[in-house]
């Protein structure tokens, strides 16, 4: 099982099928917030749901093609980070993140982003990250702004809202060397 300090009593740790309950219960607290970024958290309405989510996710870490963790402060989980889709071919992924309510204003995701590219980079090998962002959701473009990740591109409303209406979607990227350059290492 992977864990990573990121700091204090902030961790990255692979999530496992007994961790369904946990995330289930921080989504449906924080449901109306992370609803408006997150339609598909209306799908999500029952602990085994996460638990699918979770057995899906450890399937495609297997496969090499995703790698989710949870973000956990001391001992509970404030959210999940993770590259959802791994090109191996070509050395890129899209990574995502969400924080539940209570987590939010403390630079958890920004940190533990940071840990998930170092991963990408370091240990997977990665050549390009990449992260996309409706243009309204002002919190998850200013993490990927805060990790240095340049906004390359605007797909026309591109991404559908839980109200039914469509927002432009923002394409932010990094370069490994790039990233490596950020964090002083070659």
Known sequence: MFAQRVRDELSLRWLEPYHGEAPFRLIDASREHLRPWFPRMDS?????DTEE?????????????????????????????????????????????????????????????????????????????????????????RVMERLGMRREGTLREGERLADGTYDDTLVYGILASEWKERRGTR
């Open 44 to 48: 999500t309405r029952e602990p085994k």
């Open 53 to 141: 989510f979770i057995r899906e996710a450890l399937r495609g870490m297997a496969e090499g093609r995703e790698a989710h963790f949870g973000i956990w402060v001391g001992g509970q989980i404030a959210g999940v980070t993770g590259a959802h889709t791994i090109h191996r071919l070509n050395r890129h992924a899209e990574i995502g993140y969400w924080l539940g309510q209570d987590f939010e204003g403390r630079g958890i995701m920004t940190a533990s982003a940071a840990v998930l590219l170092d991963y990408l980079v370091e240990e997977r090998g990665l050549h390009r990250i990449e992260a996309r962002c409706a243009a309204g959701n002002d919190r998850s473009r």
